[in-house]
């Protein structure tokens, strides 16, 4: 019998992921600064890998004391060994775009499992992405249909979207490009009995 997952976000994607997945979980939003946060460990000059790590951490254990199994996650690009975000602005999506226009970068997609108040399992899924050299036409036409939709997502496109235009290479698993490294994270949960398996 499976055992009830707190989800500590409000990713409408990664809640409907481990939905899909059969994982009866429920999302709460863990209230934390992420902006001040990733701004604090970059200046600790920590790697994007480990900013990811900490935030999903942060987010996992805000929620721990009160629910018995929580889940945080957390996703950043890594382009030239800078971290970026969502973009704020369209002019922003813009600006990352066509820095990322016919280059490649990373997404790091970080899960941590938090069972009785305390860390037991962590994860974080690399994916390459390679995009394609796409006219400043079609990029601005792309900006004004998707940017309701895209201003969720760090660099400015959903894969699961438009944006998967923009690409002509993606090199790892497709969750976690999404968010989530769904793979591993049903692998630990099935080992644990937390789900069938």
Not at 40 to 57: N, V
Not at 60 to 89: I, M, N, S, Y
Not at 90 to 112: M, N, P, W, Y
Not at 185 to 196: D, E, H, T
Request: proline fraction near 4%; charged fraction near 25%.
């Amino acid at each position: 019998m499976s055992r009830p997952l707190i989800l500590a976000s409000t990713s409408e994607i990664r809640l409907r992921l481990l939905r899909a997945a059969g994982v009866d979980v429920t999302a709460i939003a863990a209230r934390i600064d992420e902006d001040s946060l990733r701004a604090s460990l970059q200046a600790e000059a920590a790697t994007p890998r480990d900013i990811a790590d900490a935030l999903a951490e942060m987010k996992a254990a805000r929620l721990a004391d009160r629910h018995p199994l929580v889940l945080g996650c957390d996703q950043v690009l890594e382009f030239r060994g800078q971290v970026w975000g969502k973009p704020a602005t369209v002019d922003e999506a813009r600006t990352q775009l066509v820095a990322l226009r016919g280059t490649t970068h990373r997404l790091l997609s970080a899960a941590v499992l938090y069972e009785d108040a305390r860390p037991v399992w962590r994860h974080v899924g690399e994916v390459r992405l390679t995009m394609r050299p796409f006219s400043d036409a079609y990029l601005d036409a792309y900006l004004s249909r998707n940017w309701d939709s895209i201003r969720h997502s760090v660099g400015g496109y959903k894969l699961e979207e438009e944006g998967a235009r923009l690409f002509e290479r993606v090199d790892g698993e497709y969750f976690a490009v999404l968010g989530l490294p769904l793979f591993a994270l049903l692998g630990y949960l099935g080992q644990r009995g937390i789900i069938a398996a």
